[in-house]
């Protein structure tokens, strides 16, 4: 069983900053690959950025430049830096976690950037 939590976010202002956390336990392998997404009401569940257990990173088009994606395999550990925040990053964001053919999903956390 795999569990994802994640944490960290809140309300920042444009042009500010804030930093998600996921937390994952049970029987994590590195060789996973981890990542973010997000999803605002009416619309479909968007991938922000993934990780593979070597550290390859990917991100939207739409967060690249301003968003870092990173992780710690020891601690079964993903992290979002958000750089930058605009308007439109306000979401709900997913922590995803993709092993042998299974895919795995937290409970959310609510970003606001207030316009």
């Known amino acids: 069983q795999v569990q994802l939590v994640e944490s960290g976010g809140g309300s920042a202002q444009p042009g500010g900053s804030l930093r998600l956390s996921c937390s994952a336990s049970?029987?994590?392998?590195?060789?996973?690959?981890m990542g973010w997404y997000r999803q605002t009401p009416g619309k479909e569940r968007e991938l922000v950025a993934t990780?593979?257990?070597?550290?390859?990173?990917t991100y939207a088009d739409s967060v690249r430049g301003r968003f870092a994606i990173s992780r710690d395999n020891a601690k079964k550990m993903v992290y979002l830096q958000m750089n930058s925040l605009k308007y439109d990053d306000a979401a709900i964001y997913y922590c995803?976690?993709?092993?042998?053919?299974?895919?795995?999903w937290g409970q959310g956390t609510q970003v606001t950037v207030p316009s």
């Open positions: 995803n976690l993709k092993q042998f053919g299974r895919t795995y």
């Open positions: 990780i593979t257990g070597a550290g390859s990173a």
């Open positions: 049970g029987t994590i392998f590195s060789i996973n690959e």
